[in-house]
């Protein structure tokens, strides 16, 4: 192996903002010839393995819920869990003011009810797979590398994020009123710096494409981190170039500029 790619997916290998809901026949050949050339390309998302949409890219591995789980070539390396107690707890505060939310795992995901106007949305905006989103069976304790939220409003929010400042990372998505509930301190570097030492790899054998907030600590891990054309400002200190947008196939171009491919 000469090194591995991390790919981020929404706004990276798909944008919905161009209304491209899957990566590009130019994107999947760019991701296949780097393969061929000695490369493990990983997905590394925000969204757990179980609603990640069929790609028509075979990837070696997975870097999920902002880096809480990682596996390289079926074998898991990684899994970091939302400690039962403050789990218990934000759930009770969620459930207390009829928040919206799911507990992600990798296989499905728990909501706490399904006929929520905020989920819709969400459903809508990012084409999610809706069967992967059942509701928490009352005998099976409940457990979560993440949560994902549906905020009625930024007041909810605000209340949510001070209660468990310093305990919980809550983040946003870039649209919509959904934001990511991560164990504090949890980064896509965690699952990827994981990955590396177990594959014995070093910073300048790795490599990563993204365009959010999400990415940035990944970036630094990383010899070489890329961002998209529309990515977040938090990116620019951290990125060796910016390449073009999904729509511009700025995988493969920015792939060829490394001299990858």
Not at 116 to 135: A, P, Q
Request: glycine fraction near 8%.
């Amino acid at each position: 192996m000469r090194g591995i790619i991390f790919f981020d997916y929404d706004g990276t290998l798909a944008d919905e903002r161009e209304k491209i809901f899957s990566p590009t026949d130019t994107t999947k050949k760019a991701v296949a010839a780097v393969q061929a050339a000695g490369y493990g390309c990983v997905l590394a998302t925000g969204r757990a393995k179980c609603y990640v949409p069929d790609t028509g890219i075979n990837f070696d591995g997975f870097v999920t819920s902002n880096g809480a789980y990682a596996e390289y070539g079926g074998r898991e390396i990684f899994n970091s869990r939302i400690e039962r107690n403050l789990l218990d707890e934000i759930m009770r505060e969620l459930d207390k003011r009829g928040i919206f939310y799911a507990l992600e795992n990798q296989d499905v995901c728990y909501t706490s009810r399904k006929d929520s106007d905020t989920f819709e949305e969400t459903v809508r905006l990012f084409k999610l797979d809706r069967t992967k989103f059942i509701m928490l069976p009352e005998d099976e304790e409940p457990r979560a590398n993440k949560l994902f939220v549906s905020f009625k409003n930024d007041d909810q929010f605000n209340e949510i994020s001070e209660l468990f400042c310093g305990r919980l990372e809550i983040n946003k998505h870039r649209t919509g009123s959904s934001a990511d509930v991560d164990i504090f301190g949890m980064s896509k570097a965690e699952g990827a710096s994981a990955m590396a030492k177990d594959l014995g790899l070093k910073r300048e054998q790795l490599y990563a494409f993204g365009d959010g907030v999400n990415d940035r600590q990944l970036f630094r891990l990383v010899g070489h981190g890329i961002a998209m054309k529309y990515h977040s400002p938090a990116l620019d200190e951290v990125s060796e170039f910016v390449t073009a947008s999904v729509k511009d196939e700025g995988i493969a171009i920015g792939l060829k500029r490394l001299g990858l491919i």
